[in-house]
């Protein structure tokens, strides 16, 4: 059995106005959400980071391969009518957010479909709450308010008007963010990019020391 509620994505409907989006509650199982949890990459920066950059245990790491499996690429295809055969994949995880997340944008025009998984056990901030928007000025223009919490699934097509956002917060939020993307070289891109993030990280804590 996976860790995926695949039927409630079935079951669910697709908005398709003004952009194609579809949340799913507790889309991560609750039997194995605990342990998923428990193996959430300890990233102790801000920012997004490729889960191939970060360690995890083993709990997480059946969720990144069901997600990666073709029972989820034929669940999306369904779901959105769209064909996913043969595109590549980019995983990257957030444990914290910083006063710099959470402004209104869509989205890069390299990514198909982006799907966010938010593994917070719970959530009573008013704050960090994402929201899908009706226009890209207007964090108030709400189409729909989700808080990232237990196993909540987000999923659009990106498109141009795709707007989404969140209040600030600062604390942990802890977010995966799967996407289909255009090209391989979008997911070669983001882990070269973050390789040598990395690095420059390391030199610059040695030079501090």
């Known amino acids: 059995m996976g860790v995926l509620d695949l039927e409630a994505l079935a079951a669910t409907p697709l908005t398709r106005e003004p952009f194609e989006f579809v949340v799913v509650p507790e889309f991560v199982k609750a039997e194995a959400r605990a342990a998923i949890e428990r193996d959430f990459p300890a990233v102790g920066s801000a920012g997004s980071h490729p889960v191939e950059t970060v360690p995890c245990g083993p709990a997480f790491q059946a969720l990144v391969d069901e997600l990666n499996g073709e029972a989820m690429r034929e669940a999306f295809q369904a779901k959105f009518g769209i064909d996913l055969a043969g595109r590549a994949t980019m995983m990257t995880v957030r444990n914290h957010s910083s006063t710099r997340d959470g402004s209104i944008h869509t989205d890069s025009k390299t990514k198909i479909i982006t799907v966010l998984i938010y593994l917070n056990t719970s959530w009573t901030e008013p704050n960090g709450r994402l929201r899908l928007l009706g226009s890209g000025h207007d964090l108030d223009d709400t189409l729909a308010e989700i808080a990232p919490e237990k196993g909540a699934l987000v999923a ?40 040598w993030t990395a690095k420059v990280k390391r030199l610059m804590a040695i030079a501090h020391r």
């Open 156 to 195: 659009f097509r990106r498109s141009d008007n795709s707007w989404h956002g969140h209040t600030p917060f600062i604390g942990e939020r802890r977010v995966l963010q799967f996407n289909w993307v255009t090209t391989p070289d979008v997911a070669r891109r983001e882990l070269a990019r973050h390789g």
